[in-house]
């Protein structure tokens, strides 16, 4: 499903909300009084402090521009760069040094029993720092809300764990025609929602025409399946059913397609073809069906607490419940990062992400032995950067926005961020077929060339009126905010932020002429570039509100392009139809691409069985906890005298339950 994301810099929204009391886990941790790291959480406030404000500093700026005050009238001169960013990194690492010795939590506070047998019980807590809307399938746009919705919610095809291989869930199997146009699905005998009610091949046919009603649900996802015989007709209202889906019998769905679609077993993959019960959701609605939802996944929802804490428990009714061991998973909402961390540390939370860590505790947890172990990187399939509205002024003029990509320092900006970022220069992240390093096209940092597109645009001393940028709320989102920021006011773009709570974000980025600048990005969906490109960019994607292509950018060529590209049965033609697509944008600019990303995770010692999914993200449905937990500090000890006083100092302790 399409993610579009409030990002900063890599990050799911900012959202700096309250946190409860650290509580008694049910895996029989002790209570711990106080999760707080006195020493990280000084240099986070150090490090925050510097990033925000201390860019105000009179230092020197980079590189050849050194002293260079660029001559845009009454546009004050850009702020210091060079050696800001420097320092920001040099901050860091002496405050680690600084806080190395009298961390509280060096180490694991618990180890895993040391079973190498999955088996039942516990529950698994992470969190995040912003709310989310709903748990409907049809609606879920965001990476926060297809956490819970992955979990609850189940289609008839899936992933396998670990891969991008589409494998059966609901149907047990299914046949395709020659000409790659028809879908023949066969439904699993007795498959049901969690709540026990029989799913039939009627559900698939109410849930499928139910996302692809505008009248009833502004789905950001009904234009993947547009080529499904009678799509138009459907969504137009002339005929009261999608002409090319048929249910001949209660465990049989076909779909017929206009043309053969090579994406399409990935495109049933996604959330939204996901079945929900027709009696349930006409019960209660469709906006209160997203917040009590009833699904057919691994676990089903037992409490949501707005703005604060989603219960979920395991689905016994679960077609594959024998593969699903833990008795609930629990999600803290609107917590912020610094205590996301430090609640992991003290043993309060399971699991942290990408988004849970901020740049020290990055680097800190690089630099531990003890902690090493339960710490997984994986290259990111995460393109981020900036919107730009090609429907509002300024940057409804292409030079504009050609300036603001040739203004972004990248590599800058990723050094700023000790290098948890790459830079990017064009749309398709390196791991996608359709990548190019050598495309001449690609954008890049150039302060003449932003010039000199002003001077085209007619802004030769800079834009008069402020620019509006939208951002994730929270300490990241204000770094990049401020890093930008003093980017583009080196070419006379003098930019406003605008912080925003996640919801709030989205549901003013999809609405028609009223976000001019906003940090975004997507998140794969799939690995093909069809993904990156279509949801984005085609003028189809383009709704008054809920729109998936957040710049209302519309260029007939590109339409042309990606139709073309969608059904051509040729590897190396349809790639190349792709390319060409990225050189129309990479021309007219409607995104500055700034980053991709690089993922980092860590876990507690006892969570077993899981593994960072390369299209599903911080999905736990599979793990398992090695319970009961032991004490580290009394394992350690116990090691050591099993070896001997000679042994211990010879060996030092390993740490058990590692994966």
Not at 27 to 34: L, N
Not at 163 to 168: D, I, K, R, W
Not at 251 to 265: K, S
Not at 348 to 361: F, M, Q, R
Request: hydrophobic residues 40%.
């Amino acid at each position: 499903m399409p993610h579009a994301r409030p990002l900063a810099g890599g990050d799911v929204p900012r959202h700096d909300g309250g946190v409860a009391a650290l509580r008694h886990r049910a895996h029989g941790h002790p209570h711990a009084a106080d999760a707080r790291r006195p020493g990280a959480g000084a240099l986070r406030g150090a490090l925050g402090h510097r990033e925000r404000d201390g860019r105000l500093l009179p230092l020197p700026s980079r590189g050849g521009d050194v002293g260079h005050q660029p001559a845009l009238g009454a546009v004050p001169g850009p702020p210091p760069l060079t050696a800001v960013r420097a320092s920001l990194v040099a901050t860091a690492l002496l405050a680690l040094g600084a806080v190395a010795c009298r961390d509280p939590y060096p180490h694991p506070r618990f180890l895993g029993a040391g079973s190498a047998t999955p088996h039942r019980g516990g529950t698994i807590r992470f969190a995040f720092d912003s709310d989310l809307n709903t748990i409907d399938p049809a609606l879920a746009n965001d990476t926060v809300a297809g956490v819970p919705t992955r979990l609850v919610h189940e289609g008839l095809v899936n992933y396998a764990p670990g891969t991008t291989a589409v494998v059966p869930a609901l149907a047990e199997r299914w046949e395709v025609s020659p000409d790659g146009r028809t879908y023949t699905f066969h439904l699993r005998p007795g498959v049901v929602f969690s709540d026990g009610s029989a799913i039939t091949s009627d559900d698939f046919r109410y849930s499928w025409e139910r996302l692809l009603n505008p009248r009833r649900i502004p789905s950001p996802g009904a234009e993947n399946y547009r080529l499904i015989v009678g799509f138009d007709e459907f969504r137009s209202g002339r005929s009261p059913h999608l002409a090319g889906l048929e249910t001949p019998d209660p465990r049989t769905v076909v779909l017929h397609l206009t043309d053969a679609d090579r994406t399409f077993l990935y495109l049933m993959a996604m959330r939204f073809t996901s079945v929900v019960p027709r009696r349930v959701v006409e019960a209660l609605g469709d906006e209160r069906f997203g917040q009590r939802p009833v699904g057919a996944g691994p676990y089903l929802m037992e409490r949501w607490e707005p703005n604060t804490r989603i219960t979920l428990r395991r689905n016994p009714r679960f077609w594959n419940a024998s593969h699903i061991y833990l008795d609930r998973i629990e999600l803290d909402l609107s917590v912020a990062r610094h205590l996301q961390f430090m609640r992991f540390l003290a043993g309060e939370l399971d699991y942290a992400h990408n988004y849970s860590l901020s740049t020290a505790d990055y680097l800190w947890l690089l630099s531990n032995r003890s902690w090493r172990p339960y710490v997984v990187r994986q290259p990111g399939t995460l393109i981020g950067g900036f919107m730009m509205n090609t429907e509002m002024a300024p940057f409804d003029n292409v030079h504009v926005r050609r300036a603001v990509t040739y203004a972004l320092d990248r590599e800058g900006i990723a050094r700023a961020r000790n290098n948890r970022i790459s830079p990017a220069w064009s749309l398709y992240p390196p791991t996608i077929p359709g990548y190019r390093a050598d495309n001449p096209l690609r954008q890049r940092f150039d302060l003449d060339a932003a010039r000199r597109e002003m001077a085209l645009a007619g802004y030769p001393n800079g834009v008069p009126e402020e620019v509006t940028l939208w951002l994730g709320e929270g300490e990241t989102g204000s770094i990049y905010g401020d890093l930008v920021q003093a980017d583009l006011r080196r070419i006379g773009i003098r930019v406003r932020q605008r912080p925003a709570s996640g919801s709030i974000y989205y549901a003013t980025l999809g609405r028609r002429r009223t976000v001019q600048l906003a940090f975004t990005g997507w998140q794969m969906d799939f690995p093909d570039p069809s993904n990156f490109i279509e949801p984005n960019f085609h003028s189809r994607s383009i709704q008054d509100e809920q729109s998936s292509n957040h710049a209302f950018y519309s260029n007939p060529r590109l339409d042309q392009l990606l139709d073309r590209a969608k059904v051509e049965g040729d590897t190396a033609a349809r790639i190349g139809l792709y390319q060409q697509a990225e050189d129309i944008l990479l021309r007219d600019a409607p995104w500055a691409y700034m980053y991709t990303s690089l993922n980092i995770f860590v876990t507690q010692p006892y969570v077993r069985g899981w593994a960072p999914h390369p299209v599903w993200s911080d999905y736990l449905g599979e793990a398992w906890l090695d319970l009961p937990t032991r004490d580290w500090v009394a394992a350690r000890h116990a090691h050591q005298r099993s070896l001997g006083s000679l042994g211990a100092l010879a060996n030092p302790f390993t740490p058990m339950g590692a994966r």
